[in-house]
């Protein structure tokens, strides 16, 4: 080869796409230059790049969105390719380099076919494959630009209308609540505020596809969704199904009164195996809960677990280092005291203890069952709200904290004693809310109370009870039913 300033890049794109073209003794000659010129170093690389890029798609099946980007650049060069080869036979034989190979004239006019094209008709090409390529790159971000993404990252209410929105932005679709009053507060609609009210809309990606739902309950005096189910509607807004909290096949408390459902939280676990869809309700006007999990396709009950008592907030994670995240339930019980469920989140079963039944058909399989106790406080003055478990949190330590609201209430404040628990389970503390202790303190200048917190708090640890299975007691245990095999109720 003759000696030059700088390789062409006609030479350099060659090099590239047909190597095999070069003699031995020319690609030493490039190569040796290219060793020595940054400039035609960068640009032979660039080639690489942009054609290993071609290359990757070739194996691909096309897209509708390669056909229109295909057929607007094959308008622009039709007309200026006087080939012979395939374009007036649907195959040919091609000889070269004392081979033949049979090549096809390819049916779309696609990525694929591009580089078909710039490999069988280089001497033309060389000029236009690599603005064929940027015009590609171009036309493929205009016209996923224009396209609305429909994967919804927020949601409004506004004048009884649910609205979804995607990360531009910009709203998705709209639906009809039928509520009333027609402008609740969309956090509010969206959290547990305990026996408040429930939660009435999630935003959850619930069968792990990278695209989130929209799960819904009536809120409001709404004659658009019937009480006491939920609604589940894919991310372009389409209804995926209609679920009730309990399904006959898993009825482990068919003796319970129900008047209708009522959604407490709905929401998704991270297990081994994936993304895991649970629901928690309470029958209205009666004391009683379920926890079940759901088909995420169908909206069908997998598995179900029954409490005689309501719940109150809920925290997922993992409690026993196994990998898996468990489900931590606060409420209260039949024993009219607050109480902490965990649960394993691969199947729930049976009914877990009550004052009246200790011992039901098939008992429940929660890992741990703890019933935390009822201070002095309470013997003052009751009030109507039951005591229950208002927050948990995980601690730093791998163990837990709780928050348990008693029914007593002064200054205007519900009392609160945080309970702290070690990894093991055991309850290491309990310390006093800022009105409990005000009011602890009160009691104590009267006399009402005759030693200070710091030595009742003890008393009070003592108290913590945990279910074995069969019995209330007083050290740290598991429920020894926790991992019994699948039985369906008779």
Known sequence: MKAYMHIDDNILEKLVLMNEEFSNDEKKEIFIHLEECALCREAYETYKKLYFEINDEIDKSPTENDIELADRIKRIIKGNQ????????????RIYEGRAEITRKPKLFTL???????????LISFGFSIVASLAIAFLVTTYKSSIKDMNPVSLDNKNGVLQAFNSEGEMIWSKPTGSKSGNEDID???RWHGFVQGKYVSLLD???DGKKEVLMTRFGESDTFVDGYLYCFNNDGTQRWVASPEDSKFNYAPKWTRTSWRFDDFFTVKTKSGIRLFVIAHV?????????????ETGEITSSIYHSGNFSCKSCFDVDKDGEDEIIIGGT???DKPVIVILKSDLLMGEMPSLKN????IKGNSLYYIVLPISKMEELVKYPSPPNVALIMKTNDDGFSVLANERFITYNNTMQLPYVFDKSFKCLDVSMGNSYGYAYDDYLKDGTFKIPFKEYKKELIDSVKYWD???????PTKNKYWNQEIRLPK
């Not at 299975?469 to 050290?475: A, E, F, P, Q, R």
Request: glycine fraction near 6%; proline fraction near 7%.
């Open 469 to 475: 299975g069969d019995k209330l007691v007083d050290y």
């Open 206 to 208: 619930i069968d792990d």
């Open 333 to 335: 019980s039949s024993y």
């Open 188 to 190: 509010s609609l969206m």
């Open 112 to 122: 694929p076919n591009i580089y078909f094209f710039v490999k069988n008709y280089p």
């Open 284 to 296: 209205r006007a009666f004391a009683g809960a379920v926890v079940s999990s759901l088909d995420p």
């Open 358 to 361: 200790s011992k039901p058909e």
């Open 82 to 93: 006087k080939q012979k080869l395939l374009f007036g036979n649907e195959s040919a034989v």
